[in-house]
Every structure is written in C-alpha cells, then in structure tokens.
C-alpha cells in the first residue's frame, strides 16, 4: 500500500516536469518525483525505494508514452537509483537524522558525478542517433548557456552536473523536511 501511494504522488509529480534554462538546455527537465520514492525507501528500504522508481516510469510510460525515445525515461530510473540508493542504505545502517542528511548528500553527489558521466558517455550520443539531430546541435544548446561548452564532456560537466546537484539538494531538503511530518500520520512509524 505504502509503495502503491508513494509511486502515485511519485508519477503525478513526475509528470509536472520543467526546464531550467539557466542550468542546462531546455530538453533536460527538472521534476521532483523522487521525494515521495525517497520517502518509501527510508520507510520500507532500499529495495521499495528501487521497486518504486522502477513503477513510477514503467505507469507514466503507460499512461502518456515517451517523448524521449526511451531515453529520458531509462535516465530517470537509472539515475534516480544512484540518489535513491546511496541515501536510503546508508539510513537503513543506522536510522537516524545524521545518516539521512549524509545518504542524501552522498546520493546526490554520485548522481551528479554519474548522470554526468552517463550523459557523456551514453544518453547524449544515443538521444542524437535517435532523434537524428547531430551533436554539434546539442553541443551548441549547451554553449547558449555557457559559451565555454564545445564538447559532449564539457556539456555534460558545465550543464548535466549542475542540474543534477541543484535536483538532488532541492530533493533532499524536501524530503528530509516532509519525512517525519509524513510518516507519524501515515506509516505509523515507532
């Protein structure tokens, strides 16, 4: 039920995506669908945090399909899992409000390091394929924002990581504002 209710707001939430235009080209949306996937994985663990993640895109696809080739959609759930992982482990080794503000901050910098790295290596070159749109053009959205961005890599750097880290930090006050708030009333937590 808990996993159920959480990937619900999770998909509503997910689904009200926006972009940053100071941070990143306006195909790379913000959303903050994984508050209430964070909140399940500090509530029920690792695994239900991942088992939520993993229903919130398989029913949005369902629901209103992809615009991204898959792309977007596969980054999503991959990337989320290296925020949602990190933090909901480490708070699971010992429940307190210290290890949640260290998971978070641990999970928000692997999501940064590696969504940036992600993006360079793999979703960057594999959205340009898909979409037929070369990589100079993608490059050059990049280099509106910072004029210094001439390479997949320094795309990725300059524009992918702080969009990364400005989700994860925003995420991670929210969640840890709402998690006492939230469980007390409906996981009933000791």
């Known amino acids: 039920t808990i996993i159920g209710m959480c990937t619900a707001i999770a998909i509503v939430l997910y689904t009200l995506d926006f972009p940053v235009p100071f ?22 663990g690792p695994s239900a945090g991942v088992i939520c993640l993993a229903l919130k895109v398989l029913i ?11 792309v977007g959609d596969f980054a999503n759930f991959i990337v989320g899992c290296t925020l949602v ?4 482990v480490i708070y699971h080794l010992h429940k307190s409000k210290k290890s949640a503000l260290v998971g978070l901050a641990i999970g928000t910098a692997s999501m940064a ?14 959205f340009s394929r898909l979409f037929g749109l070369p990589l100079e053009a993608i490059i050059g959205m990049g280099a509106k924002i910072h004029p210094s961005i001439d390479s997949v890599s320094r795309l990725a750097l300059l524009c992918v990581a702080p969009l990364n880290l400005v989700k994860g930090a925003a995420v991670s006050v929210l969640t840890m504002l709402l998690y006492k708030h939230v469980a007390r009333p409906l996981f009933r937590e000791k």
């Open 23 to 44: 941070l990143a080209p306006p195909f790379y949306k913000m959303d903050f669908s994984e508050i209430p996937v964070l909140l399940c994985g500090f509530f029920l």
């Open 60 to 70: 949005k696809l369902l629901l209103t399909s992809t615009n991204t080739a898959f």
């Open 85 to 88: 992982l990190p933090a909901t």
């Open 113 to 126: 390091v590696f969504g940036s790295a992600f993006n360079a290596i793999y979703l960057i070159p594999e």
